[in-house]
């Protein structure tokens, strides 16, 4: 499965952002969806994980109630609604491709995208 990321960009904190993963390949809904996040000097974080049907979703307790992460398998497609954004919010989010317990426990993914850049101005 190729993970093509796009969607970031500069928005004032407070303002809303959806970012969209497209997938080309094997059967896309074979496969959990994850979004995960990188901080400027941090490490990879998950942020939310979508079941292979689209009806499962977990988040980091942190981005609850504000991010919302919704899988189309019609168009290969899983998308991160950010709304209420924060300068803590600003990071690099990867798309990712697995199993629902891998992907949420351990951030193993079979398949990741290359990343698009969320910078959040205060």
């Known amino acids: 499965v190729q993970l093509q990321a796009y969607g970031g960009g500069l928005v004032q904190a407070g303002g809303s952002l959806t970012l969209s993963c497209a997938a080309c390949?094997?059967?896309?809904?074979?496969?959990?969806m994850a979004w995960f996040r990188q901080a400027p000097g941090k490490g990879r974080e998950f942020v939310a994980v979508?079941?292979?049907?689209?009806?499962?979703?977990y988040y980091r307790d942190t981005v609850r109630g504000r991010v919302t992460i919704s899988k189309d398998n019609t168009k290969n497609t899983v998308n991160l609604r950010i709304n209420l954004l924060k300068p803590e919010d600003t990071a690099i989010y990867y798309c990712?491709?697995?199993?629902?317990?891998?992907?949420?426990?351990?951030?193993?993914?079979?398949?990741w995208g290359q990343g698009t850049l969320v910078t959040v101005s205060s």
């Open positions: 990712a491709a697995g199993t629902l317990a891998g992907l949420s426990t351990t951030g193993a993914a079979d398949y």
């Open positions: 390949g094997r059967v896309f809904s074979d496969y959990a």
């Open positions: 979508v079941s292979q049907s689209g009806l499962s979703t």
